[in-house]
């Protein structure tokens, strides 16, 4: 067998007229069909310069101009906004307008901390809200963005997916009349007919799971269409995740509630402690669903590096969907949320919330309650405020309001510690309370923090030594207040709090989809390549069947030309080399048998060059 080239051909082969030497992507010109539609990506097209032409004298023929004019370049720009170029440069200013999004405060998510920007930086402020910078997923250029891109995304892959179901219903090209300007090319002479050769590589290739049919004097085949159907499926998985990402969007909602041990929640609005939605929100579409928190467990690792760091962390509660629903028990965790229809509710934080009841100086109870009180560390050290502020007269019997800065301490190291937690379970509780009567400033009706203490039009109780009144209580234990102004007790049963996120994200499912399709979409698109291979078995001028296979693939490389090689090699078994010189004497006798003089030369298997390359 030899296996060939003309070195004229493989120079036309390597290099086109305009001397690229890009061989996959050759104009139709030299290989015809062949060559074509290996991808179905559209071509780019070059600036144009006037689509009117020319212009006949006129009204008629300067409007037929104009409208020719339109028309061209309405045309040319959707074809460059359809381009792959364009989509991935609006899919990089997506990603760059996500940027101050994730770095400036939004409004609708933490609008505190945007007054707070607003405030600090009164020159910055006004300019990024002309920008947008505060709400950048609902502002113009933003939402401008994510539509070219979603218009891009589809005009791009229509017209690519009825381009390619037209080459699945199609067969694959008939091979080009010189197999050897291919970048993959081998040759070899055989006794087998022609049309045994043919048939023998027909029923190869097909084994190899390659389309494959007769096509005149040659077997034409090609492989590899997952790769873009791996294409079109990552730009389809796309154009799912920018959908569910927007129907998320605008029909999202979020709020938090803190429940105390013992108490209930009921998911309507009101509930809520904060509570943010999308623009198409409507509250009619909160699940009618209810639960009490039953008991809160956490427990946590007592030794070595890791001490403190919670072992369970766990929330038993009492649920029912809808007014008359049965009552079920669940035990929400970590990343374990209880989910009712399209509603999840996630346990975020926890606290204590120590029993306080205050009395007035008459002994009659003013003040009975769980204070939830906000951890500051890992140690669970809380802090809040108690505030009582109806029903309470001081010793001269006029009406007035209390408030106590509190300090919670789980687990106290004694006196001359610091005033901070040293773990985070109940091993020895205090309660670290500061006094003040007044006025709470709630009458007023400016908004106020819970945690926090108005101490503006407020009064420190002195104790007899002229100081603020001050001290740390245990459980059972109680600071009077001076002057018959009452008394306060930290009460032995110290309930937890739970922080729950009742979240609803429609689309988040679509999205997951979308990502794993978009996954497998393009590890096909970048990892199988699509190839074509013709067989062509045609009988020389001396009678002796001449052989020729060919590839190419949509781009160099060598796996072409080491498919080529492993085809040959069983193609070449099943029809096995000729001599190269047929000619012998007919007279002639038997083998004389081996010897140097004598010798002959076995057929190789046929080995495929690579590019460029020439064997002899």
């Not at 290099?15 to 074509?36: F, I, K, M, Y």
């Not at 009077?480 to 499912?509: D, H, M, Y």
């Not at 989809?513 to 393009?522: D, K, N, P, Q, Y």
């Amino acid at each position: 067998m030899s296996a060939t080239r003309d070195t004229d051909a493989r120079t036309d082969g390597r290099t086109d007229e305009n001397g690229t030497g890009d061989t996959a992507t050759r104009d139709a010109g030299d290989l015809g069909a062949a060559g074509a539609q290996l991808s179905t990506a559209p071509r780019e097209t070059a600036m144009p310069g006037s689509f009117g032409g020319s212009r006949t004298p006129g009204a008629l023929g300067r409007l037929a101009w104009t409208g020719r004019e339109v028309f061209g370049w309405t045309r040319w720009i959707w074809r460059q906004l359809t381009s792959m170029r364009v989509a991935l440069l609006l899919l990089f200013l997506l990603s760059l307008g996500a940027i101050p999004g994730s770095l400036i405060p939004q409004s609708g998510t933490d609008d505190t901390k945007v007054a707070e920007f607003r405030a600090q930086h009164t020159t910055l402020g006004p300019l990024y809200e002309q920008l947008g910078l505060f709400h950048v997923y609902s502002s113009v250029w933003f939402s401008a963005i994510y539509i070219l891109l979603f218009v891009s995304l589809i005009g791009c892959i229509v017209p690519r997916t009825w381009q390619f179901v037209g080459q699945l219903r199609g067969r694959p090209p008939g091979a080009p009349r010189l197999l050897t300007r291919l970048p993959a090319y081998t040759t070899w002479r055989t006794g087998a007919e022609p049309e045994a050769v043919r048939e023998e590589a027909l029923k190869l290739l097909k084994q190899r799971r390659f389309r494959a049919h007769l096509a005149g004097d040659a077997v034409a085949a090609e492989k590899g269409y997952l790769r873009e159907v791996g294409n079109l499926a990552f730009h389809i998985a796309l154009i799912v995740m920018l959908v569910a990402f927007a129907w998320g969007q605008l029909f999202k909602s979020e709020g938090n509630k803190l429940v105390v041990e013992g108490d209930g929640f009921a998911n309507t609005l009101t509930q809520y402690d904060d509570f943010k939605s999308g623009n198409l929100f409507d509250t009619d579409d909160l699940e009618p669903f209810s639960f009490v928190l039953d008991d809160f467990k956490g427990t946590y690792e007592t030794t070595g590096p890791n001490k403190g760091t919670p072992r369970t962390f766990q929330a038993t509660v009492d649920y029912s969907v809808g007014a008359d629903g049965k009552a079920k028990k669940k035990t929400i965790k970590v990343n374990e949320p209880l989910e009712v229809d399209g509603s999840k509710v996630y346990l975020t934080a926890h606290g204590y919330a120590p029993v306080i009841t205050v009395r007035d100086g008459k002994g009659e109870v003013v003040y009975h309650q769980a204070v939830p009180l906000l951890p500051l560390d890992s140690n669970v050290t809380s802090t809040g405020a108690i505030k009582v502020m109806d029903g309470y007269r001081n010793a001269g019997g006029k009406r007035e309001q209390l408030g106590f800065q509190a300090f919670f301490l789980p687990a106290y190291g004694g006196d001359g510690t610091a005033v901070v937690s040293q773990f985070p379970a109940l091993l020895n509780p205090v309660l670290n309370l500061a006094a003040y009567h007044g006025d709470l400033g709630v009458d007023a009706g400016l908004p106020q923090s819970v945690y926090q203490l108005e101490k503006k039009n407020m009064k420190e109780f002195k104790d007899s030594k002229g100081k603020q009144l001050r001290e740390n209580l245990k459980p059972g234990e109680t600071m009077q207040l001076p002057n018959g102004a009452g008394s306060v007790t930290f009460e032995k049963g110290i309930k937890e709090w739970a922080n729950f996120q009742v979240t609803r994200q429609p689309g988040s499912g679509w999205a997951l989809v979308g990502s794993f399709a978009a996954i497998f979409g393009l590890a096909a698109s970048l990892f199988i390549q699509r190839r074509r291979v013709w067989v062509r078995a045609t009988a020389g001028p001396d009678g002796v069947t001449v052989v020729e296979m060919a590839g190419l693939g949509r781009s160099e490389s060598a796996k072409v030309p080491e498919e080529l090689g492993t085809l040959a090699g069983h193609l070449y078994d099943l029809a096995p080399g000729a001599p190269d010189s047929p000619e012998q004497d007919p007279d002639a006798g038997p083998d004389p048998g081996p010897g140097p003089e004598n010798e002959t030369s076995t057929p190789e298997p046929p080995a495929v060059p690579a590019e460029g390359a020439e064997t002899k």
